[in-house]
């Protein structure tokens, strides 16, 4: 349920990467409801497709625009894009990732550089891309991280090297652009079901009641409540806050990486 009031981001036009599916769809149609014009970024034309069909038969305006984020000339493209046809930039959800469990010793350089690719320096490449677009005051950049990036975890090495590399990369920014206008923010998503990465990391029934007892909440989360936490982040009634990560882990950070991994094993 959308608990903040129609109208919200009237006005304003966001771009999300990786906005096809899951987390980051929730997000698009949630922005979308509240009044912004969304473009969603994605690699395959026909998931871009279903996840603007959703958008527009809800009653918002959506666009897809196809780009890889690690093609940093196509993304830039896209971008422009969608500024030219939407209206200039105010928000960008850097949110395309990539994850698939494998330990250390048996991961492929390849494997481990796809996952920096698309997480880190994909989202490199959606700031500095987007920077032209968004340089004004009350622009929001928001990057969506993962615990990760500060709870290690077997089998996730180069999910904690990328994601905590986003991380850092969010507060270089914010640092670097605030005095423009521009908040820089994260987003630190527990485990959410329904997603493609907690179907790969909790698979089975069996599994996933293992995550839900071990969380303080006792409930995996929804991509609903990560995207309620995305739209007052992009929002002025966030105008005060940059370059902070923002955990909606169910308290996960309270218990660990560890203890998640143990409750599965």
């Known amino acids: 349920m959308n608990v903040f009031k129609d109208g919200l981001l009237a006005g304003k036009v966001a771009f999300i990467t990786g906005g096809s599916s899951g987390i980051n769809l929730g997000i698009a149609q949630h922005l979308a409801a509240a009044g912004a014009k969304v473009a969603i970024n994605g690699r395959k034309v026909d998931k871009l497709e279903a996840a603007v069909k959703t958008i527009t038969d809800a009653g918002g305006t959506a666009k897809g625009y196809a780009a890889d984020v690690r093609d940093r000339e196509a993304l830039g493209n896209a971008i422009a894009s969608a500024a030219q046809e939407l209206g200039p930039l105010d928000i960008l959800i850097c949110g395309a ?3 698939f469990p494998a330990p250390a010793l048996g991961m492929s350089s390849n494997g481990f550089r ?3 690719e698309i997480d880190t320096l ?5 700031c500095q891309a987007a920077f032209e677009h968004l340089n004004k005051p009350g622009a929001s950049i928001l990057n969506i991280s993962a615990p990760q990036a500060y709870q290690p975890m077997a089998m996730q090495a180069h999910v904690c090297a990328a994601k905590a590399g986003v ?3 969010t507060r270089t ?3 670097e652009w605030g005095g423009l206008g ?3 923010n994260g987003i630190s998503p527990g485990p959410i079901e329904g997603t ?3 179907e790969r ?3 089975g029934d069996q599994a996933k009641e293992a995550v839900r007892r071990a969380l303080p909440l006792q409930r995996m989360g929804t991509p609903a409540d990560i995207a309620q936490l995305a739209l007052f982040l992009s929002s002025d009634a966030a105008s005060f806050i940059t370059g902070s990560v923002f955990n909606c882990d169910g308290g996960q950070s309270l218990i660990g990486g560890a203890a998640l991994l143990s409750a599965l094993s």
Do not use: Q, S
């Open 97 to 99: 990732a990539g994850n």
């Open 114 to 116: 796809a996952v920096l």
């Open 122 to 126: 994909g989202t490199f490449h959606a």
């Open 167 to 169: 991380d850092m990369l």
């Open 173 to 175: 920014l914010a640092i």
């Open 182 to 184: 521009i908040r820089v």
């Open 196 to 198: 493609e990465g907690m």
């Open 201 to 203: 990391l909790a698979p």
